[in-house]
């Protein structure tokens, strides 16, 4: 990365938003604060930053409106940060267009590796389409539909292989039950909820992932699901 | 006594009791409340019929007396004095027979021929036919203005005794304070004995005499009539109020005396003015403990919040600010621990923060779940993953039953139970303690979830009182947590149906049992959608 990643932390707790800020300059993020959601849309009506991290709690605004005011005219990926008892709000937020979210108090690894991947994803919309997903022992070559684990072909169903496809598209990235419903099985398919628990249990046991020691597929409660981010290469 | 008639004293005096002859009072014109227990009448014709006699004498005396100054016409006017006498002051049937002996006495003492009931001059009957007449009228009229005047004066004195009952009812909600005043007000109007029953909650009268358990019951009012001469004449009256009745109020007349219809009526009311008063006092009452505890819980509430959301903030900077710090620190150096031990520290006054504001949350009625099913095995992974740090020491093995059916709960919550009985367990053992959770379908089809550890156990006779918010025990010199883990445990397994219990294990260590009912299990879905999905899978390889 030849370019340093300008971020604009929209938060109104100065000591929050300064660790976070410590943090990424120290790995070689440029950042900005503001306190509040109206100096948020301004920046990012000026000059867009490459990631916003947003605090859903603001005092003047409502955090959803400043993703839905932001998603209207742009793609710029936005992290939101949002206390515990507001799992409705994160939810919203990730449908709304938010690509990942992050509870406080969170670990300044989680948060970066978080950073990483959303900025990753922007990279590959920027250039091709990755032709293979590539996470330990798991290979899925999303040109010729082929998963192998551990070097050994596992033969999923068309169903079972779409549902991966959307979680590797968004590797690392938390997928709502909503979207991987949609996404797989069609639109007002969202309320079928089960189907989406009895194909993520087939998954994982094709691809020899224990859900009590998830591997590959992470659950998020009341959320989504999550595959793990690709190698570093 | 004041005679109500003239406002001086009666010219006869008698006992009080005998100047009120109710039973001559006509129905209709009968008192609503009446204030005084009225003796047989018919004790008080006699004397009554014989002073009328008597007037008829005087009057006759003071006539000879102004024979040949008056005329005969002003001597009838002496005996039209005397019937408004004796109407007056002892009422109609005295004046009635008062005006026939007046008109014979005129004709005997005064008439020609005088001493004989003969008449001579025809004429003198027209006279005694007005006389009698006149008499009639006047005694009539002077006996119903008296009857009027003994009616208004007990009318009045009744109102004033509930006037007086209920201003003392209302200006207390103590229930001895109600009782005295009604028995004060029994007291000044009937002169009688009376007895009040009260029915709390849990007695229902039933030891009480029999005629107060048989009033209770029926709720209407029993009488007992006196069987022998000695014996009094009682009341049993319930003290009804719109929802309930209170008790019984017993009244016992004097020896001798029974009751009014209207004197009922009027012991009737006292007794409901009672009974509205101890309803109004209780209603006043469990509004106000309502109102405490809600205006306490509120304040409990709000103070958890406040505190709890004042104190996540800061904690998260620590939290935050040490590991960015952390991350620049030389490994395995005194600054590297004092920092871990920072946001160690930060992290756990964090989930207790946290905990707090769960328990409001749920305590406070916003508590939603999101029920949907799931995998046991996700959700189990899941709370597994998120207790990971806190269980470093701990080895933990998870038992979970092959072909578990989907649950429907609310996941993010049953994995909150289950990271709090991990950490509860991690806690209340030293570091090396196994720590085993089991899920399975038990033999009544629910759904149990178990969390075993074999460390010193719960102290005896706290099995059940660890699940109350803030109990915490002493474990030597390990830090105690804020008792609200397993509190928020049985909050939210309570919410989804199930039950939460714990108990000792007989090889030492003890076991957190949670259960979820079977209605919450998901029967798998049939297998045709597979097979079909499987088809089209073999189609596209082929």
């Given at each position: 990365?030849?370019?340093?990643?300008?971020?604009?932390?929209?938060?109104?707790?100065?000591?929050?938003?300064?660790?976070?800020?410590?943090?990424?300059?120290?790995?070689?993020?440029?950042?900005?604060?503001?306190?509040?959601?109206?100096?948020?849309?301004?920046?990012?009506?000026?000059?867009?930053?490459?990631?916003?991290?947003?605090?859903?709690?603001?005092?003047?605004?409502?955090?959803?409106?400043?993703?839905?005011?932001?998603?209207?005219?742009?793609?710029?990926?936005?992290?939101?940060?949002?206390?515990?008892?507001?799992?409705?709000?994160?939810?919203?937020?990730?449908?709304?267009?938010?690509?990942?979210?992050?509870?406080?108090?969170?670990?300044?690894?989680?948060?970066?590796?978080?950073?990483?991947?959303?900025?990753?994803?922007?990279?590959?919309?920027?250039?091709?389409?990755?032709?293979?997903?590539?996470?330990?022992?798991?290979?899925?070559d999303l040109a010729r539909r082929k998963v192998s684990v551990g070097g050994n072909e596992t033969r999923l169903t068309p169903t079972?292989?779409?549902?991966?496809?959307?979680?590797?598209?968004?590797?690392?990235?938390?997928?709502?039950?909503?979207?991987?419903?949609?996404?797989?099985?069609?639109?007002?398919?969202?309320?079928?909820?089960?189907?989406?628990?009895?194909?993520?249990?087939?998954?994982?046991?094709?691809?020899?992932?224990?859900?009590?020691?998830?591997?590959?597929?992470?659950?998020?409660?009341?959320?989504?699901?999550?595959?793990?981010?690709?190698?570093?290469? | 006594?004041?005679?109500?008639?003239?406002?001086?004293?009666?010219?006869?005096?008698?006992?009080?009791?005998?100047?009120?002859?109710?039973?001559?009072?006509?129905?209709?014109?009968?008192?609503?409340?009446?204030?005084?227990?009225?003796?047989?009448?018919?004790?008080?014709?006699?004397?009554?019929?014989?002073?009328?006699?008597?007037?008829?004498?005087?009057?006759?005396?003071?006539?000879?007396?102004?024979?040949?100054?008056?005329?005969?016409?002003?001597?009838?006017?002496?005996?039209?004095?005397?019937?408004?006498?004796?109407?007056?002051?002892?009422?109609?049937?005295?004046?009635?027979?008062?005006?026939?002996?007046?008109?014979?006495?005129?004709?005997?003492?005064?008439?020609?021929?005088?001493?004989?009931?003969?008449?001579?001059?025809?004429?003198?009957?027209?006279?005694?036919?007005?006389?009698?007449?006149?008499?009639?009228?006047?005694?009539?009229?002077?006996?119903?203005?008296?009857?009027?005047?003994?009616?208004?004066?007990?009318?009045?004195?009744?109102?004033?005794?509930?006037?007086?009952?209920?201003?003392?009812?209302?200006?207390?909600?103590?229930?001895?304070?109600?009782?005295?005043?009604?028995?004060?007000?029994?007291?000044?109007?009937?002169?009688?004995?009376?007895?009040?029953?009260?029915?709390?909650?849990?007695?229902?009268?039933?030891?009480?005499?029999?005629?107060?358990?048989?009033?209770?019951?029926?709720?209407?009012?029993?009488?007992?009539?006196?069987?022998?001469?000695?014996?009094?004449?009682?009341?049993?009256?319930?003290?009804?109020?719109?929802?309930?009745?209170?008790?019984?109020?017993?009244?016992?007349?004097?020896?001798?005396?029974?009751?009014?219809?209207?004197?009922?009526?009027?012991?009737?009311?006292?007794?409901?003015?009672?009974?509205?008063?101890?309803?109004?006092?209780?209603?006043?009452?469990?509004?106000?403990?309502?109102?405490?505890?809600?205006?306490?819980?509120?304040?409990?509430?709000?103070?958890?919040?406040?505190?709890?959301?004042?104190?996540?903030?800061?904690?998260?900077?620590?939290?935050?600010?040490?590991?960015?710090?952390?991350?620049?620190?030389?490994?395995?150096?005194?600054?590297?621990?004092?920092?871990?031990?920072?946001?160690?520290?930060?992290?756990?006054?964090?989930?207790?923060?946290?905990?707090?504001?769960?328990?409001?949350?749920?305590?406070?009625?916003?508590?939603?779940?999101?029920?949907?099913?799931?995998?046991?095995?996700?959700?189990?992974?899941?709370?597994?993953?998120?207790?990971?740090?806190?269980?470093?020491?701990?080895?933990?093995?998870?038992?979970?039953?092959?072909?578990?059916?989907?649950?429907?709960?609310?996941?993010?919550?049953?994995?909150?139970?289950?990271?709090?009985?991990?950490?509860?367990?991690?806690?209340?053992?030293?570091?090396?303690?196994?720590?085993?959770?089991?899920?399975?379908?038990?033999?009544?089809?629910?759904?149990?979830?178990?969390?075993?550890?074999?460390?010193?156990?719960?102290?005896?006779?706290?099995?059940?009182?660890?699940?109350?918010?803030?109990?915490?025990?002493?474990?030597?010199?390990?830090?105690?947590?804020?008792?609200?883990?397993?509190?928020?445990?049985?909050?939210?397994?309570?919410?989804?149906?199930?039950?939460?219990?714990?108990?000792n294990l007989p090889v030492g260590g003890c076991r957190f049992v949670v259960t979820l009912p079977a209605s919450l299990l998901v029967?798998?879905?049939?297998?045709?959608?597979?097979?079909?999905?499987?088809?089209?899978?073999?189609?596209?390889?082929?």
């Amino acid at each position: 990365m030849t370019l340093q990643r300008q971020v604009l932390i929209v938060e109104d707790e100065p000591d929050i938003a300064q660790f976070i800020s410590a943090a990424l300059e120290n790995n070689g993020y440029v950042s900005r604060i503001v306190g509040t959601g109206v100096d948020c849309l301004r920046i990012c009506s000026g000059k867009l930053p490459d990631i916003v991290i947003l605090d859903l709690g603001l005092p003047d605004m409502d955090g959803q409106e400043i993703i839905r005011a932001i998603r209207a005219w742009s793609k710029v990926p936005i992290i939101v940060l949002s206390a515990r008892d507001q799992e409705e709000q994160k939810v919203l937020a990730l449908e709304r267009g938010a690509d990942d979210y992050l509870t406080k108090p969170f670990g300044m690894k989680e948060f970066l590796a978080r950073v990483r991947v959303v900025l990753r994803h922007v990279n590959r919309r920027e250039t091709l389409q990755e032709a293979a997903y590539c996470s330990r022992d798991l290979i899925v070559d999303l040109a010729r539909r082929k998963v192998s684990v551990g070097g050994n072909e596992t033969r999923l169903t068309p169903t079972e292989y779409n549902l991966l496809a959307v979680l590797v598209a968004k590797a690392g990235q938390i997928v709502t039950h909503a979207e991987l419903l949609r996404e797989v099985w069609g639109r007002g398919s969202e309320e079928h909820s089960h189907y989406l628990r009895i194909y993520i249990q087939r998954l994982r046991q094709k691809l020899g992932d224990d859900p009590l020691y998830p591997r590959h597929i992470f659950t998020e409660p009341g959320i989504g699901y999550r595959i793990s981010a690709e190698d570093e290469t | 006594m004041r005679c109500p008639l003239f406002g001086f004293r009666p010219i006869l005096f008698l006992p009080e009791s005998r100047l009120c002859p109710l039973k001559t009072v006509p129905r209709k014109t009968m008192p609503e409340t009446a204030s005084n227990i009225q003796t047989d009448t018919g004790k008080t014709t006699l004397p009554g019929l014989a002073l009328s006699l008597l007037a008829v004498v005087i009057c006759t005396l003071a006539g000879q007396q102004l024979r040949g100054i008056f005329s005969d016409i002003d001597i009838i006017m002496v005996y039209l004095v005397g019937a408004v006498m004796v109407a007056a002051s002892l009422g109609q049937r005295p004046a009635v027979l008062y005006s026939l002996l007046s008109v014979t006495a005129f004709n005997y003492f005064f008439v020609e021929p005088l001493y004989t009931f003969n008449v001579y001059n025809p004429s003198y009957w027209l006279t005694f036919a007005v006389m009698l007449l006149a008499c009639l009228v006047i005694s009539t009229q002077a006996a119903r203005l008296r009857e009027q005047v003994v009616l208004s004066r007990r009318r009045e004195h009744g109102a004033r005794m509930l006037y007086v009952l209920t201003k003392d009812l209302a200006e207390t909600r103590d229930r001895k304070e109600m009782n005295a005043a009604l028995l004060r007000c029994l007291r000044s109007s009937f002169l009688t004995e009376a007895h009040l029953w009260h029915a709390d909650d849990k007695t229902t009268l039933k030891d009480a005499p029999p005629e107060v358990s048989k009033c209770f019951q029926r709720n209407d009012l029993v009488e007992s009539t006196a069987r022998t001469d000695g014996d009094r004449y009682r009341i049993y009256m319930p003290l009804r109020g719109l929802s309930k009745s209170y008790g019984v109020l017993e009244v016992s007349l004097p020896v001798g005396t029974t009751p009014q219809e209207d004197q009922k009526i009027l012991l009737q009311t006292q007794a409901g003015l009672l009974a509205g008063a101890i309803e109004r006092a209780e209603t006043a009452d469990a509004a106000e403990r309502a109102r405490l505890a809600a205006e306490r819980e509120k304040m409990h509430n709000t103070l958890l919040s406040s505190v709890s959301h004042d104190f996540r903030s800061p904690l998260a900077a620590i939290a935050g600010a040490a590991e960015a710090l952390s991350q620049s620190a030389a490994p395995e150096t005194a600054e590297a621990r004092l920092l871990s031990s920072i946001r160690h520290e930060a992290r756990r006054l964090t989930r207790i923060v946290n905990n707090l504001l769960d328990i409001t949350r749920i305590e406070g009625g916003h508590l939603r779940l999101r029920m949907q099913p799931y995998d046991p095995a996700e959700i189990i992974g899941n709370a597994i993953e998120s207790s990971r740090g806190l269980m470093k020491n701990h080895p933990l093995t998870v038992e979970v039953a092959s072909g578990l059916p989907f649950v429907r709960m609310d996941g993010l919550l049953i994995s909150q139970v289950l990271q709090n009985l991990l950490e509860n367990a991690s806690r209340h053992t030293p570091a090396g303690t196994q720590v085993t959770l089991k899920a399975s379908v038990n033999e009544n089809g629910l759904f149990v979830l178990m969390v075993e550890d074999n460390g010193a156990g719960i102290p005896a006779g706290h099995e059940r009182d660890i699940f109350s918010k803030f109990a915490t025990y002493d474990h030597g010199n390990r830090p105690k947590g804020a008792g609200l883990g397993l509190a928020i445990c049985q909050a939210a397994v309570t919410a989804h149906g199930g039950t939460i219990s714990a108990e000792n294990l007989p090889v030492g260590g003890c076991r957190f049992v949670v259960t979820l009912p079977a209605s919450l299990l998901v029967t798998p879905p049939a297998e045709d959608e597979r097979k079909e999905d499987e088809r089209k899978a073999a189609g596209n390889d082929g």
